[in-house]
């Protein structure tokens, strides 16, 4: 069974500063794909950054960046420079090539205070 | 381009009644879902379909059935309404690739069953 951990409930940033969201996953395939989904207020979900399992390099969008550590099954959010418009549930997600389904962690609820 | 339509976006239910939600995609998706999300919580998967005419269970069916007829349609059915299935309902689409396609959602059905 595939399983997506998110164990952080809720963390508090200030602006411009920056924040590292936890995922841990399990999976005994080989070739799968992580995501980062941002929830705002507006239930609208948005992707963040995606990863391929096979790529080593550390996808990057923007302000947002991932540190994969595929031995450790480890998907972390970094958020640089934190701004308002970050505050939204932020959701790991694990999708498997060989399976359709697309299964999410718990969330993480990101905070931005001034 | 509408992308993923859900309807109704607010539901009061009975206990006991049943309903129908919808959901149809105009993007040509293989794969369609329905997840449902409680307060402050994160996507569970209920049912998902990898093409017309399949579909299969995903963590939390008990309660609900779904069809896929055609490409575009994917309904969800709840039977015997209950408490429990008070909760915000998301249908999300995506093409059928090597697993790394994005989700794309609808806006949500808000079902509060009473």
């Known amino acids: 069974a595939q399983t997506v951990t998110q164990s952080q409930p809720e963390m508090s940033v200030q602006e411009a500063e920056t924040v590292t969201l936890s995922c841990t996953y399990d999976?005994?395939?080989?070739?799968?794909?992580l995501f980062w989904y941002k929830q705002p207020p507006s239930r609208q979900m948005i992707l963040v950054i995606r990863?391929?399992?096979?790529?080593?390099q550390n996808a990057t969008e923007n302000r947002f960046s991932v540190n994969f550590q595929k031995a450790a099954k480890s998907f972390s959010l970094k958020i640089s420079d934190s701004q308002l418009g970050d505050t939204a549930m932020y959701f790991c997600?694990?999708?498997?090539?060989?399976?359709?389904?697309?299964?999410f962690g718990a969330g993480t609820q990101v905070v931005v205070t001034p | 381009n509408a992308g993923v339509t859900q309807t109704p976006k607010f539901r009061i239910l009975k206990i006991g009644q049943s309903m129908t939600l919808q959901c149809t995609q105009d993007?040509?998706?293989?794969?369609m879902y329905w997840y449902r999300q409680d307060p402050g919580m994160g996507l569970k998967l209920i049912y998902y379909?990898?093409?017309?005419?399949?579909?299969d269970k995903g963590e939390v069916p008990n309660g609900y059935n779904v069809s896929r007829s055609t490409t575009e349609d994917f309904p969800l059915r709840l039977e015997l309404a209950a408490p429990s299935q008070t909760s915000v309902y998301f249908c999300?689409?995506?093409?059928?690739?090597?697993?790394?396609?994005?989700?794309?959602f609808g806006s949500g059905t808000q079902l509060s069953v009473l």
């Open positions: 990863q391929e399992a096979y790529k080593q």
């Open positions: 993007m040509n998706h293989n794969y």
């Open positions: 999976t005994s395939e080989s070739n799968y794909y």
């Open positions: 997600a694990l999708s498997l090539h060989s399976w359709g389904k697309f299964q």
């Open positions: 379909s990898v093409g017309a005419g399949i579909t």
């Open positions: 999300a689409s995506r093409r059928k690739g090597q697993g790394g396609e994005k989700l794309f």
